[in-house]
């Protein structure tokens, strides 16, 4: 293709509409089916819409690389995942930009070095133990259900030092209350229009003086908040909002009280200092913006990604085999330490789990600049979205993309594929701070389970996917637990 030719956006190639209102389709095949045109395209970059907007899509690994890597200083997350975050965890991690994130990420970034996430290996295997404990031979069990008891345990207990399921339970209604509503509003027509209202109210606010500007400038600020969104003013989200709000609070100021001296991630939140600026620490507020969006990011993923993992294994006798091979290898000692050498094929298994199913399937961004992708030229303020989904199931990237192999990822098969031909954790500056904690939670979750108990589900159907905020299994995945 020549270079000259596709510096105009509108020469790009023109990916299909899914319906009236744009490329992606209200529906999670509609999606799914959307972007797996994505995967097969060989244009770098292709054009799609919502209502009358241009929006574009890197399709090559290379292309991807450079809106998440090379030149993601010209690009911003997105407006409308800010919006609907504001309430939950608005200027957490995940969502603030400019010298805000910078900060927050360098005085973040040391609690989740490989290192000090080895002590957070036996608080897995325990978590994992004491789902396992409650099982019983002939049980009807829900895994995807089991693993998010797991995974918000688990975050739980490095978060916040609470030690029950049930204490993790009431936070994590009140999560999955908020989260729905999230899920319902994501990539909506609605969304959209909110967000023409903040970019048109702080453009206008620029050309206008006296009371006019200062009116712009807090119909900006609140137009920051989801207040139009559909469902926003829903007692029970209210309520859910509320309690999360209220415990964290509460457990930031029993921390104050009883002197800082807890071994959990929101004490070492809380006595965090920026190394090498003014060792300021964090507010109280941007402390509970943290935990929320930590305890938001680091469970429904990880949770999603062993349902996954599970069932995969479950319809591949010989991949679960080697599994429980590996799992029993420990003998009777507990898998206390994190030792990946001794659990290889548990990693492998997990990884190919989040290729076929990306928990997050799609990131969204924004253009800051104008910026060249792929050889054209996007202009200012354009809407980006990174199929990792679409990245996983590249024909010329995976052989046989839908087959479950984890020995797709033996060293040697690896070498020579692109690296962002692999995203399930994003890359570049903005990707996942949990990448290291989610790589040791699965495995060591996985050989835990699988050395106490075997899970038969009905091979004879597929369980189809849910676009929830992550890609979950449509109505979990049912099992039977049988003694081994
Ligand atoms: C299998 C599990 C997980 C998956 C698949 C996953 C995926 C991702 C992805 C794709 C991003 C990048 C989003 C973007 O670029 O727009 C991200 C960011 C993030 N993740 Fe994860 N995540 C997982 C687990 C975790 C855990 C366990 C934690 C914390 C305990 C966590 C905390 C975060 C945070 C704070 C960010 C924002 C980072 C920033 O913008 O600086 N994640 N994650």
């Not at 913006?289 to 469970?299: R, S």
């Not at 990306?358 to 961004?365: A, K, T």
């Amino acid at each position: 293709m020549l270079r000259g030719a596709m510096s105009s956006p509108t020469a790009l190639p023109r990916i299909p509409d899914n319906d009236l209102l744009g490329s992606f389709g209200p529906s999670t095949a509609q999606r799914l089916a959307f972007q797996r045109t994505l995967a097969t395209q060989s244009a770098p970059v292709v054009r799609g819409r919502i209502l009358h907007l241009p929006v574009y899509f890197p399709c090559t690994p290379e292309a991807a690389h450079e809106v998440l890597v090379t030149k993601a200083k010209s690009f911003e997350k997105s407006p409308g995942l800010r919006v609907l975050l504001h309430d939950l965890a608005g200027d957490g991690l995940f969502t603030s930009e400019g010298a805000l994130w910078r900060t927050q990420r360098k005085l973040m970034a040391p609690l989740f070095q490989p290192a000090p996430l080895h002590r957070y290996a036996d608080t897995m295997r325990r978590v994992a133990e004491r789902a396992a404990d409650s099982m019983r031979d002939g049980g009807r069990i829900d895994i995807a259900h089991e693993t998010t008891r797991i995974a918000m345990s688990v975050v739980g207990a490095a978060l916040f030092d609470i030690d029950t399921f049930d204490e993790a339970d009431a936070l994590g209604a009140a999560l999955t209350t908020c989260l729905a509503w999230v899920n319902d509003n994501l990539a909506t027509p609605a969304l959209v229009a909110h967000v023409l209202m903040l970019d048109a109210t702080a453009s206008l606010a620029e050309r206008t003086q006296g009371p006019v500007r200062a009116w712009l400038h807090r119909a900006h600020a609140k137009a920051s908040s989801p207040f139009l969104l559909p469902g926003v003013r829903d007692p029970k989200l209210r309520e859910a909002v509320r309690v999360l709000d209220e415990r964290i609070a509460q457990m930031i100021a029993d921390r104050r009280r009883q002197g800082l001296t807890r071994d959990d991630l929101l004490t070492r939140l809380l006595t965090a200092r920026d190394p090498d600026g003014s060792g300021a620490a964090m507010s109280d507020a941007q402390v509970r913006h943290e935990a929320v969006t930590l305890f938001v990011a680091g469970h429904e993923t990880t949770a999603t990604a062993l349902a996954w993992s599970f069932y995969l294994l479950a319809r591949d006798p010989e991949a679960l085999a080697r599994a429980v091979a590996e799992a029993d290898a420990f003998g009777d000692a507990p898998i206390t330490r994190w030792e990946p050498e001794r659990l290889a094929y548990c990693t492998r298994v997990f990884r190919e789990a989040m290729r076929l199913y990306p928990p997050i399937m799609m990131v969204p961004r924004r253009t800051l600049e104008p910026v060249e992708i792929g050889g054209a030229t996007l202009p200012a303020r354009s809407l980006v979205f990174v199929s990792i989904y679409a990245q996983h199931y590249r024909p010329e990237v995976y052989e046989s993309p839908d087959r479950f192999d984890p020995d797709r990822w033996l060293p040697e098969r690896e070498a020579g594929r692109h690296k962002s031909s692999y995203l399930p954790f994003g890359a570049g500056p903005r990707f996942c701070l949990g990448m290291h904690f989610a790589m040791m939670e699965g495995p060591i979750v996985l050989a835990t389970l699988l050395r106490r108990w075997r899970f038969d589900i009905d091979r004879s159907t597929t369980i189809r996917e849910d676009n929830f905020a992550t890609l979950r299994p449509l109505g979990g995945v049912p099992a039977v637990v049988r003694a081994r």
